[in-house]
């Protein structure tokens, strides 16, 4: 019996390794891509956040932005899960001005200009959009009620909220 060249013996063992090398890596999963419009009593959801939490827990959580018009895009692994909406971010900043007690006397600035207020400024990462009060509900995928499937390819799917 002859043996096999050394080169063959390396491929034999390493090729088995190398072919599961993907599947390891969850470069195996199928994923879909759905968006749509978030509409809120038949009106669009002018900004926030999506969350997309998949049923199989071994699937990320996937967390989208909402734009201007309701619109939203999300790449997920195939199959089921919940979504929750946050859009409480965009709340309006609290005045600067804010009422003092009666009494209080604010000194005013040296040579007597007026004082300027300090610029308010968004914090990275805010979703672009306005604020419009929703359910609380909506904020948690446990208490939302959402539910979404995914299939391989592409398709479009409304979130209406009540």
């Given at each position: 019996m002859t043996k096999a060249p050394r080169a063959w013996r390396a491929l034999a063992v390493w090729l088995p390794l190398l072919l599961a090398l993907p599947l390891a890596a969850g470069c195996g999963k199928e994923r879909g891509t759905l968006s749509g419009q978030v509409l809120y009593q038949g009106k669009p959801l002018p900004g926030g956040r999506?969350?997309?939490?998949?049923?199989d827990s071994r699937d990320n959580t996937v967390t989208v932005p909402i734009d201007p018009d309701g619109h939203y895009e999300a790449t997920l692994f195939v199959g089921d899960g919940s979504i929750s909406v946050d859009n409480r971010e965009?709340?309006?900043?609290?005045?600067?001005?804010?009422?003092?007690?009666?009494?209080?006397?604010?000194?005013?600035?040296?040579?007597?200009?007026?004082a300027a207020e300090p610029p308010r400024t968004t914090a990275p990462g805010r979703p672009a959009g306005a604020y419009l009060a929703i359910p609380e509900r909506y904020y948690d995928v446990e208490s939302s009620g959402l539910r979404y499937t995914v299939k391989r390819g592409e398709e479009t799917y409304t979130i209406e909220l009540q």
């Open positions: 999506l969350t997309f939490r998949p049923d965009l709340r309006p900043l609290p005045s600067i001005g804010a009422p003092r007690p009666p009494g209080v006397k604010v000194p005013p600035p040296e040579g007597g200009a007026k």
